[in-house]
Each structure stands twice: as C-alpha cells, then as structure tokens.
C-alpha cells in the first residue's frame, strides 16, 4: 500500500460547483497533513496546512480524519482560476519530517 | 533573501554520465529535501536531511547520492545517469517548526539520452 494516495482524476466541473478531493495515508502516526497547489508542472505552493480540527481559507475547506486515515479539500464556488493538480502532503513513518506527496487529483474547472 | 536556489534549470546528459544538482537555501533552514517528478506524478522523496552531516533515504534513492556539510547547501548527486532518471527534479526546504510550508526551488528539467 502506498503511503500517500489520491484519486488522480481529472475532475471536470462547471464554474460555480463544489468539488471534493480525498487524499488517504497508511501511517496512523503521522501528524502533518498539508494540501499543495501545482500549476503545470511549476513548483508546488502551499494551498493549506490541514489542522485536526478542521480549517477554512476563504472557498477552501481542509478537513482530517484521524480514524480513516484520510484529509480531504472541498472548493467552493470553483473558478477557471482553481484549475490545477492538487497534491496532499504527509509525513512518513521515519520522521515528522519525511514529507511525502501523493501523485495529485487534476481538477479542471469549464466556462 | 533569494529563497532555495537550484541550478542548472536545465541539462541533458548521455546514459552513463555524471553530475551533481546543486541546491542552496539563505533561510537558515534545518530541513531539506529532493524531490523528483516524472510526467503526469506526483512527486516523490529522493533523500531529505534534517540538519548539516545528518541525510536520510526517501521514497527513490537508487542511483543517487546526496551530501550536507552545510546548513544552506544541499546538492544531489547522479553517478551513472540512466534514462530512468530523465525527471523534473525539485530542492525544498523547510524550517522546522510548526506546522508551515516548504519553500520550492524552481527545478531542474534532466534528460539522460
């Protein structure tokens, strides 16, 4: 079993819908959980880090479920803007800071 | 402060060559990671170290070697390149404490023909 795993998609949407991504992980003691951003195979940014009790950034929603092993994303409202691959990103079994990323869910949102 | 600074941006080499990927960060960062990303993947962990003299093995270690005699440098090394190993190769960083971003270099495109 992969340590990190995700739905690779894509997720074709309408302007305006609500998405929902899942990300899975296999180390129950892995306490880092974050959601990045990628944009053609640029380099990765921060989208979110994903906190226990749940956290929101304006139209972004991170959730964790310690009992399930999985962190989810949830977009609101999507924008042609959002369109991209969105990586989730958990600490390994070795290390706090063995960081490993899924293999990204690509969304693409349609006029 | 320039961030993390990966050179070359580029580079194609022949099967069986060699070079080194240099990586250096001026955040004073104790963490540092290589990451390489092959069409259509996510990215996956090479080796990452948690502070000068001390490296450890991630996800993809094989065929390459990585050293951290500094806190700011982290270079990757590639012994004997194999078309395997033609990837988009990533340096990051990250401060280590709390729960916060990795800082991105900006790749490196390799080819090994």
């Known amino acids: 079993r992969k340590e990190v795993e995700q739905d690779p998609g894509p997720f074709n949407v309408p302007e305006g819908a609500t998405v929902a991504f899942n990300c899975t992980y296999s180390n129950s003691a892995s306490q880092s959980f974050f959601w990045y951003r990628q944009d053609c195979r640029k380099e990765p940014k921060l989208l979110m880090s994903v906190y226990s009790s749940g956290n929101e950034d304006g139209r972004f929603t991170a959730q964790l479920n310690r009992a399930s092993q999985y962190i989810s994303l949830l977009i609101r409202d999507s924008k042609l803007s959002d369109s991209a691959t969105y990586l989730c990103v958990v600490n390994g079994m070795d290390s706090s800071y063995k960081l490993i990323f899924g293999s990204g869910t690509r969304l693409l949102v349609r006029p | 402060n320039a961030g993390v600074t990966q050179t070359p941006k580029f580079r194609i080499l022949k099967i069986g060559q060699s070079m080194t990927l240099q990586c250096t960060q001026d955040m004073n960062h104790n963490y540092m990671y290589w990451y390489r990303q092959d069409p259509g993947m996510g990215l996956k962990l090479i080796y990452y170290s948690v502070g000068a003299g001390i490296t450890d093995k991630g996800e993809v270690p094989n065929g390459y070697n990585v050293s951290r005699s500094t806190t700011e440098d982290f270079p990757l090394r590639l012994e004997l390149a194999a078309p395997s190993q033609t990837s988009v190769y990533f340096c990051?960083?990250?401060?280590?404490?709390?729960?916060?971003?990795?800082?991105f270099g900006s790749g490196t495109q390799l080819s090994v023909l």
């Open positions: 990051a960083s990250i401060s280590g404490v709390g729960n916060e971003k990795l800082f």
